[in-house]
């Protein structure tokens, strides 16, 4: 009698195993699913979001390379490195590696300007914004060739009379619009 117990209970701790190994199975299916699902949809939330920055120009890159004139790269810290646009305003820090055409060499190229010129070209087809950038401060102006691609990566071309044509490499990130905050009176 013990041992049709001892089977029974043996094939009674089978099933239940078999039906817990089922389920977490299911559960495991269901999940992965659904993580799926959450990285597509922050996938086309990022790039609606890099869409919307980029046509209505506030949005900053964030260099993280500088390929050289004679061949190869360096890699850059993005948090040093940069291109601000913002409306009618752009604000670069880029390190820079070449020839200048001034009596005293040049290390990197930093300014807070205007824009005198945006031209923006929407490829949908492609999923990229070509984007010329002029800008100007004092005498001095920078033509920036600017292709972003809908996941946000960029290259960037760098045009001004006193340098070597310079190309770098990014990583497009929207400007948060500012809160107003009112004051009580």
């Known amino acids: 009698m013990r041992t049709k117990q001892a089977a029974g209970m043996k094939k009674m701790i089978l099933l239940l195993t078999s039906a817990m190994i089922i389920a977490s199975c299911s559960s495991t ?4 699913g659904d993580s799926t699902n959450t990285r597509t949809v922050k996938k086309l939330a990022e790039q609606a979001a890099i869409k919307q920055a980029v046509e209505s120009r506030r949005y900053i890159i964030k260099v993280n390379r500088i390929y050289l004139f004679g061949g190869g790269f360096n890699d850059l810290y ?9 409306g009618e305003l ?7 590696s070449g020839r200048t055409f001034l009596s005293r060499p040049i290390s990197g190229i930093s300014f807070n300007g205007r824009t005198i ?3 923006m ?6 999923g990229k914004y070509d984007i010329t950038l002029k800008t100007s401060e004092g005498t001095d102006t920078f033509t920036f060739f600017i292709t972003i691609m809908k996941s946000g990566e960029c290259t960037v071309s760098v045009q001004n009379a006193h340098i070597e044509s310079v190309n770098y490499r990014g ?6 619009p500012t809160a107003v905050v009112s004051e009580k009176k």
């Open 117 to 119: 010129k945006y031209d």
């Open 90 to 96: 752009a604000s670069v820090s880029l390190g820079y």
């Open 78 to 86: 993005p948090r040093r490195n940069f291109i601000v646009v913002d």
């Open 29 to 32: 299916k269901n999940t992965a």
């Open 121 to 126: 070209v929407s490829n949908e087809s492609k």
């Open 171 to 176: 990583q497009v990130v929207p400007v948060q």
